[in-house]
């Protein structure tokens, strides 16, 4: 079992910057594959990026490719997701999620866990 909590979202102009986290419980982190996801009202979930178990593999969205970087550090339970050139469009709630067996997806039925989600929002 795995509990994840994500920090760091709040309100930003366009343009600008937020940088997420989400904290997960556990003693094995670095067997999950972690993924962030959003959903805007109105709108279903989507994939923003991935990340498999020994940060060596990454995927983005096309959405947020060159703008969003995400990352992990397994030491401490941890993965980021560093947003900048932020615009409108990116407003949603923010989801991390964790996959069993370590191999990156963008896939929202591939995982396992989910935490309950950070909003961000960005302004015109």
């Known amino acids: 079992q795995v509990q994840l909590v994500e920090s760091g979202g709040g309100l930003v102009q366009a343009g600008g910057s937020l940088s997420l986290s989400c904290a997960a419980s556990?003693?094995?982190?670095?067997?999950?594959?972690m993924g962030w996801f959003r959903q805007a009202p109105g709108k279903e979930r989507e994939f923003v990026a991935t990340i498999g178990w020994s940060s060596s593999s990454t995927y983005y969205s096309n959405s947020v490719k060159g703008r969003f970087t995400i990352s992990r550090d397994n030491a401490k339970n941890t993965v980021y997701l560093q947003m900048n050139s932020l615009k409108p469009e990116d407003t949603a709630i923010y989801y991390c999620?964790?996959?069993?067996?370590?191999?990156?997806?963008?896939?929202?039925?591939?995982?396992?866990?989910w935490g309950q989600g950070t909003q961000v929002t960005v302004s015109s």
């Open positions: 999620a964790a996959r069993n067996g370590g191999r990156y997806s963008s896939a929202i039925y591939d995982y396992d866990y």
């Open positions: 556990g003693r094995t982190f670095s067997s999950y594959a």
